[in-house]
């Protein structure tokens, strides 16, 4: 197996509290997994004697993971953007079927070739920044064949990048307009999922758990669904009001509760105990204008685990950049630097249930970025500046 040497890097391991800073080290790469880390004066003599690629003292960190998008939909919603701007709120976009169904009309007319085409440019942003697992949802297209189509397409997108994709079966995001909630739940979005899963087309289930969307009841019965199939599952809860899904999503010690901005004190208590990461997504807070912040405070407090993601969709957070996540979550939620980076390291693999990235340890795979920075604070600093050297993915240099 290929061994290479990487010396002379600013490490930001995110194994330990901390950025896990070492400054003059080195990671050993074997095939796709990394070997060894450590300082380059303690480097073992078996590696020592290897030629060895000079990272110049450049920051190297975990390759960066997305673990909540919806990068798979069709069409895009940029008159949305401009009624909004006259004042037409999001919701009254929605009931006016505009907003998520708009998105779902596209999705639906899209063959697998179309909505792939269109995913790969958003799926090219992120990986320039670094990014080398991104998880994307179903839930534009609301009935059987559609969303498997998007299922496909997800998955197909690994074939064609150098990208882990972990696919979400998200049937429960909206309710299509030719059906009322309660049947669209337990006659289409619940069949769908079997299938999918029959044709290993989901490694989790998902669902809207809002006003305008689903109830925890309805939830719950795609929520029993999954399990039934050995499914873990995650929730869009709290984003616009206090719903009851953050709760729910605990009980069912979910993967993850995302958005959680109107989460409270105790649903915060019930995150921990449940090991139910927070993943927050500052670009959809940013695009409508949110006011209320997540409750980082009780999260810090609980010791909830947060993750950040872009929730890159064409409607409230088309956003195609973890680096001004990162910025975003530390500007408009005050995480810090360190919490944003772990967001999209560790605490994202966490999320999406993955054990062997989002770190660099012994074993785990050789994921990893080179970035030309001194300190790790300064990817989350600047502002539409992409500052990375080159990355790896299972131990291939991209
Ligand atoms: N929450 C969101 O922010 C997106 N979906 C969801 O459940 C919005 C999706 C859209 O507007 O297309
Ligand atoms: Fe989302």
């Known amino acids: 197996m290929t061994i290479t040497v990487l010396g002379n890097a600013l490490l930001a391991t995110m194994d330990d509290n901390g950025y896990g800073l070492l400054a003059d080290g080195a990671v050993v790469i074997e095939g796709a997994r990394i070997r060894h880390v450590g300082p380059m004066v303690e480097l073992p003599t078996e590696f020592a004697r290897l030629p060895r690629q000079d990272l110049g003292g450049r920051l190297l960190t ?9 990068l798979v939909h069709g069409g895009d919603r940029a008159r949305e953007f401009e009624l909004r701007l006259q004042g037409v709120s999001y919701a009254e976009i929605a009931r006016s079927g505009g907003g998520i169904l708009s998105t779902v009309s596209a999705t639906r007319e899209a063959n697998e070739e179309a909505l792939v085409a269109s ?8 990986l320039a920044e670094g990014v080398t697992t991104v998880e994307v949802k179903s839930g534009y297209g609301l009935e059987r064949e559609a969303e498997l189509r998007m299922l496909r397409a997800a998955r197909k997108l690994a074939e064609l990048r150098p990208v882990r994709i972990v696919t979400t079966y998200l049937g429960a995001h909206a309710c299509p307009p030719e059906m009322d909630a309660d049947r669209y739940i337990d006659e289409i979005c619940i069949p769908t999922l079997r299938a999918a899963h029959a044709e290993g087309l989901v490694d989790a289930v998902d ?15 795609v929520f029993e669904a999954a399990q039934a199939l050995g499914l873990p599952v995650k929730l869009h809860a709290e ?15 979910a993967l993850s509760a995302d958005h959680v901005e109107y989460a409270t004190d105790d649903d915060a208590r019930a995150l921990a105990q449940s ?21 980082i405070d009780s999260f810090r407090a609980h010791g909830v685990p947060m993750a ?7 409607g409230s957070s088309p956003l195609t950049s ?3 996540t990162l910025n975003m979550g530390c500007t408009l939620f005050r995480l810090t630097p360190e919490e944003a980076l772990r967001g999209v390291t560790a605490n994202a693999a966490r999320a999406l249930s993955l054990s062997d990235c989002g770190r660099i340890a012994p074993g785990l795979r ?7 920075v001194k300190s790790p604070a300064e990817l989350a600093w600047r502002i539409g500046f992409n500052p990375l050297h080159h990355h790896w993915f299972g131990g291939v240099q991209c």
């Open 119 to 126: 995913a790969l440019p958003r799926l090219d942003a992120l």
């Open 308 to 314: 950040l993601a872009t929730d890159c969709n064409p």
């Open 207 to 221: 669902g809207f758990c809002e006003c305008i969307a689903f109830s925890p009841g309805q939830i719950a019965r």
């Open 322 to 324: 973890l680096l001004l």
């Open 366 to 372: 050789a994921d990893l970025a080179v970035w030309d």
């Open 275 to 295: 090991g139910t990461v927070a993943v927050l997504l500052p670009g959809a807070f940013y695009t409508l204008r949110e006011t209320q912040a997540p409750p």
């Open 239 to 253: 984003q616009l009001s206090q719903s009851g899904g953050t709760a729910l999503a605990a009980g069912f010690n």
């Open 62 to 70: 975990p390759a960066f993971i997305d673990c909540h998008t919806h």
